[in-house]
Nanobody, 126 residues
Framework: QVQLVESGGGLVQAGGSLRLSCAAS????????MGWFRQAPGKEREFVAA??????????NHADSVKGRFTISRDIAKNTVYLQMNSLKPEDTAVYHC?????????????????WGQGTQVTVSS
């Protein structure tokens, strides 16, 4: 059973930065595709970024709303995926969840993921 634990959320002023981490355990991390999603109050959960890799080659995808500001990356040795968030805006305020599924591919919708973390709160003040 794969377990995902997010960390790194907090309160930051607009224009600031945060780095979220997602530590995975219980599975073959190198064989999983990973993603980040977020859910703001009163809104549906939305895709933020995804990463997949084959051998030593990683491919990434970012939602248009965060492209150029957020970067997803991974450290296989640490079984951890990161989301570096720069130039944060108040509209980035949400609970951020990481997700995982086995296999190779760029997955951008919730039903395609099998495992989810509990989430970490990010609040951006104006």
């Amino acid at each position: 059973q794969v377990q995902l634990v997010e960390s790194g959320g907090g309160l930051v002023q607009a224009g600031g930065s945060l780095r979220l981490s997602c530590a995975a355990s219980g599975g073959a991390f190198s064989k999983y595709a990973m993603g980040w999603f977020r859910q703001a109050p009163g809104k549906e959960r939305e895709f933020v970024a995804a990463i997949t890799w084959s051998g030593n080659t990683a491919s990434t995808n970012h939602a248009d709303s965060v492209k150029g500001r957020f970067t997803i990356s991974r450290d296989i040795a640490k079984n951890t995926v990161y989301l570096q968030m720069n130039s944060l805006k108040p509209e980035d305020t949400a609970v951020y969840h990481c997700a995982a599924r086995s296999g190779y591919g760029m997955f951008t919708t919730e039903p395609l993921y099998d495992y989810w973390g509990q989430g970490t709160q990010v609040t951006v003040s104006s």
